[in-house]
Each structure stands twice: as C-alpha cells, then as structure tokens.
C-alpha cells in the first residue's frame, strides 16, 4: 500500500528477561491520528520508542521482528538518520534552555549542522509556528528564550522543533498530560488540524482523548496488541472483551 | 503551664544566642587576617611596587612585577592543561553513573583532592623538572593543574547530573548525534556551573605556595619562558617574608595583600556568573 507510512510486523520488544511488546502487527497510514491507549505499563511508550529507536538509550533492551517507515527498514538503518525523519514530542515540554525561540525550532538544523540560506530559516521559522498554531504569540518575541513561555506553548515550540523536520511521522509521547486543561484543548485541536498533511502516532492514557483527537485506535494491554481499529468503532462496539471492559473503566 | 513554656522560649533563645556567638566566633578570626594584611599591606602597594622587579640585597625599594607576571603565567598554563582533562572526566562521570572504571575515578579524585599539595609538587618535580633538568614554569603549570583537576571534575560533574534528562532525549530525537548533543545541548547548559568551578579552583591555586617550591622555583628576573624558571607571589611572599630586612617584610605584607585581591575577585566572578548565567529550565 503506498498510503502506509509506517508498518510494524511481529515486533517483541524485551527489557532483559521481560518481554515488554509481545508480537505487535500494526499498520499506521499516511495523514491520520493514530492513537494508542492502554493502562499504565502496558508498553505504550516502548512501543512508540521502538519507532525512533529511543529505546536503545538504555541498556539491556533487545528487539526482534521489523519495522519499515516507508521503504526504510527501521533496525537496518542508522538511527541518527532515522530520528531525523521521525519527530518526537514528549510528555514534558523540553525546549532547549540555551536557545532563543527561533534557533529552537530550526536546532534539527542548527545541531546537526544543515546550513540553509537566512531567509529560508526565516521562512521555515515561520511555517512550523503557524504550523504549531504559535506564530500569532510568539512573533514579536523569537530571540527570547524559549523557557520564558507557559508549559502549553512550551510543548507547541516542540511541535513546531519537530514539524521543521518535515518528518514521515511525529510520534507523540503523552504530550499533554503534564499540561493544563486549556492548553490541553489547544494542543488537541491543533493535532486535528495537522492531521491534514501529518501522520502521527499519539501515545494517550486519557480515553477521552484518543476519542477527539484520534482516527484510528489501538489498544494495547500487557504488551499485547488486543484491538486495532476506527475509534469510533472500537468506541462503539469493541471487539474484545478486554477493551469494553477498559473503555467502561473496569480497569485501567 | 505558663512557667514550661517560659523555660522553653528561654532554651530557644539561649539556642539561637549560641548560634549568633560560634558564627561570630569563627568569622573573627578571618576578619582579623584580612584587617591584617590590609592594614600592613596596603601602605606599600604604588606603582612602582607593582610593576619593579625585586632588587638585590641591601639595596632598596622593588617589587612584585615578576612575580605578578608569573602568577598569572601560571594560572594560565594549569588552566590549560586541566580545563579539557577536568571537564571530559566530569563528562565520563556525569554519563556512566555505574560501571568499574567510573568508580574508580570517582574515587582518585577524592583521594587527589585531599592530597597534600607538597606531595603534588614532588611528582611534578619527579616527572617533569627532573628530565628536563631545569626547573620551570611549565612543571610548576603541571602541579597546579593535578591540584585543579579535582575541583573541576566534581563541579562538571555534579552541574551535568543536574542537567534534566529529557533535554538529551529532545536533542537526540533530532537526530543530533551524541557528541553534538552534549557538546552543543548539555554543556551550554551546564556552563555557568561549570565556568564557577573553573574559577573557584584557580582561586584555589592561586595561593599555593608548596607545589611550586621543587617547580617554578622563583626567579628574580621577569621571564615569559616556560621552560625556565619563574616567579609567583606566594613563591615571593615566602622569600620576603623570610629576609631579616624589615623593608621586605612590609614587601610581603603588600604581596599578601595582592594575593588575597587575586583569590576575591575570582570568587566575586564566580558569583556572579553563577547567578547570571543561570540557565532556566
């Protein structure tokens, strides 16, 4: 399927002895929100990392089965080079301290050492911010710090660090759950907009969430991968017992 | 009931009164070295005291100019030998929490900060005036530098652990490879940290008499070459202090004097960068 960004094929995932991610299928397509819910230490956020390989910055983690992103196969890949095509936002908003805003959202560039003509950052700047739905608060002040702002615009500036990539796919750790409730409904509204022209794949504990903001659904419980599907089906009419029983708060 | 609580605020403030008195106490002392070395010192310090090199015996006046030069000379040096060393061990420990051959480095650090600086000085004496045969400004850098090392690996280290690890992650999400990232991501943002323990420990070395006894040895003369001989005010302090010419003896008091602005001004900088560059975040 040319539509398909991102394909992950019986994919196990151990830390040690445990195995974290247990035989995982999924197929992510291009220009949707794909949510992925579950309760705490079902091996959502591995998941995610298995994706850019972040997994591997601690020791003793092992993986087996495949990933593609396009028609990169992920694990035969340099994983400098495939983080650069994938973009990540995590759960607390961590701009770079050091940096003003506009060398935040161009520092993909900046750190690794990709010179562009000025007007074009300019412009790259710009678009990201737009993007990011931040231009409008933030362009009278691009040379300030990027710390200055609130922890809502904060994590908008890391979208925005992320979409000047132009990434394949953004992967989306939580982003708002260290976040208030308003600047939470901003984020989530603006990943309805991205979804035009962004794939990405959103890691949520928050039902609710994953039914606003999401196209698709996977459940995950104990590293499993117990229900793929629309959200509104598996909202509607579960497949599984075990999701019904999570969406209905039975645990979790 | 009215009586237990009387005795109480008593015991507070008869607590709080002993407090006030230690502080006092041990601040005296230090109150009283530095009123000291003002009161005596500074009635020497003009121009020609600071810029003259000292004179031959029973001739009057001189100075310190050689031995100001050579200070500096030498704080330069240790700080170019134990700048990069002190900051890629603090680096290596800062990354490897656990691991063999972190905790033993952990460990001479300790020990090399709490050995005696006479001792530094005789190793620099052993592996560098000794197969040079000459003793020099650059075995007397060495010393001072191994007395530097420690104080800039701890501060590097304990300001990069302080370093909140979601900003490696942002970074190496990027795709920016690892050197980059702690080059251009970590240590930017580690600097005032460790800019202050740079200082602190050429403020620490600043005043070391003992090291440069068997290295710089002391010189008379102004000299810029590193391989040979050279002055410094601790060094000069010595030498005058131990005359029987009461001329020199104010000489001393006056290089004291110096000596104590030297170690102020690098603590007052370290201050103040440690508060202003403070990164947020």
């Given at each position: 399927?040319?539509?398909t960004?991102?394909?992950?094929e019986?994919?196990s ?5 445990n ?37 591997e910055?601690?020791p003793?983690?092992?993986?087996s ?12 890949m ?6 650069r095509?994938?973009g990540?936002v ?52 691009l040379?300030?710090?990027?710390t200055?702002?609130?922890?809502g615009?904060q994590?908008?500036l890391?979208?925005?660090?992320a979409?000047?990539?132009n ?20 984020i989530?509204?603006?990943f309805?907009e ?8 959103l ?5 609710a ?5 999401s196209?698709?659904?996977a ?12 959200t509104?089906k ?6 599984d ?10 645990f979790g | ?5 009387n005795?109480r605020l ?17 601040a ?14 500074i009635?020497v310090?003009n ?9 031959p ?11 100001i ?12 030998i134990?700048?990069?060393?002190g900051?890629?061990?603090g ?6 929490k ?10 001479c650090?300790?020990v090399?900060?709490?050995?005696p ?9 052993i592996?560098v005036?000794?197969?040079l ?5 650059m ?21 990069l652990?302080?370093i ?18 702690m080059?251009k991501?970590?240590?930017p ?7 202050t ?17 068997f ?6 003369f102004?000299?810029l ?15 005058y202090a ?5 001329e020199?003896?104010?000489f001393a ?11 102020l ?16 975040f």
């Amino acid at each position: 399927m040319e539509n398909t960004v991102l394909r992950i094929e019986s994919f196990s995932a151990y830390f040690g002895d445990n195995k974290i991610l247990k035989e995982i299928n999924l197929t992510i397509t291009k220009n949707i929100v794909t949510a992925i819910m579950g309760p705490s230490g079902c091996g959502k956020t591995t998941l995610i990392r298995c994706v850019n390989r972040m997994h591997e910055l601690i020791p003793g983690t092992k993986v087996s089965g495949e990933m593609f992103l396009g028609s990169h196969n992920i694990y035969s890949m340099e994983p400098i080079l495939l983080r650069r095509m994938v973009g990540m936002v995590f759960q607390k908003p961590n701009p770079f301290p050091t940096m003003s805003i506009y060398n935040n959202v161009i520092a993909g560039y900046k750190l690794n050492g990709i010179r562009r003509p000025r007007d074009e950052f300019d412009n790259i700047v710009e678009q990201s911010l737009k993007k990011a739905a931040l231009w409008n608060e933030v362009k009278d002040s691009l040379h300030r710090k990027g710390t200055f702002l609130s922890g809502g615009q904060q994590q908008r500036l890391c979208i925005a660090r992320a979409l000047a990539m132009n990434p394949e796919i953004l992967l989306l750790d939580e982003p708002t759950s260290a976040l208030d409730p308003k600047s939470t409904a901003q984020i989530e509204e603006l990943f309805v907009e991205l979804k035009q022209n962004v794939t990405m794949l959103l890691v949520t504990h928050n039902i609710a969430q994953a039914a606003r903001v999401s196209d698709f659904t996977a459940f995950l419980y104990l590293g499993e991968l117990v229900e793929f599907g629309p959200t509104e089906k598996m909202f509607t009419v579960p497949k599984d017992k075990r999701t019904e029983e999570y969406l209905t708060g039975k645990f979790g | 009931m009215e009586k237990q609580i009387n005795i109480r605020l008593f015991k507070d403030t008869l607590f709080k009164g002993l407090v006030c008195l230690f502080a006092f106490a041990s601040a005296l002392p230090l109150f009283l070295i530095l009123y000291y070395i003002t009161k005596n010192g500074i009635a020497v310090i003009n121009w020609d005291f600071l810029f003259n090199l000292p004179r031959p015996i029973g001739e009057s006046g001189g100075g310190i100019g050689s031995a100001i030069v050579g200070t500096i000379m030498l704080i330069i040096l240790s700080g170019v030998i134990s700048i990069p060393f002190g900051i890629a061990t603090g680096i290596y420990l800062s990354e490897q929490k656990k691991g063999k051959l972190s905790s033993i480095v952990r460990l001479c650090v300790i020990v090399l900060q709490g050995t005696p600086s006479i001792v530094i000085g005789i190793i620099a004496y052993i592996w560098v005036v000794l197969p040079l045969k000459t003793f020099s400004a650059m075995s007397g850098g060495i010393a001072l530098s191994i007395m530097m090392l420690p104080v800039i690996i701890k501060t590097t280290e304990e300001t990069l652990k302080l370093i909140p690890y979601h900003l490696k992650e942002a970074s190496l999400a990027l795709g920016v490879p690892y050197y980059k990232t702690m080059l251009k991501v970590i240590l930017p943002a580690g600097l005032s940290g460790i800019v202050t323990g740079i200082l602190l420990s050429i403020a620490r070395i600043t005043g070391e008499t003992a090291p440069l006894l068997f290295t710089a040895f002391g010189n008379q003369f102004m000299n810029l070459n590193i391989l040979k001989p050279i002055d410094s005010l601790p060094y000069r302090i010595f030498y005058y202090a131990m005359s029987p010419y009461p001329e020199w003896h104010t000489f001393a008091w006056g290089a004291s004097f110096i000596l104590v602005v030297f170690t102020l001004v690098f603590n007052l900088i370290a201050r103040g960068i440690s508060a202003k560059w403070k990164t947020q975040f």
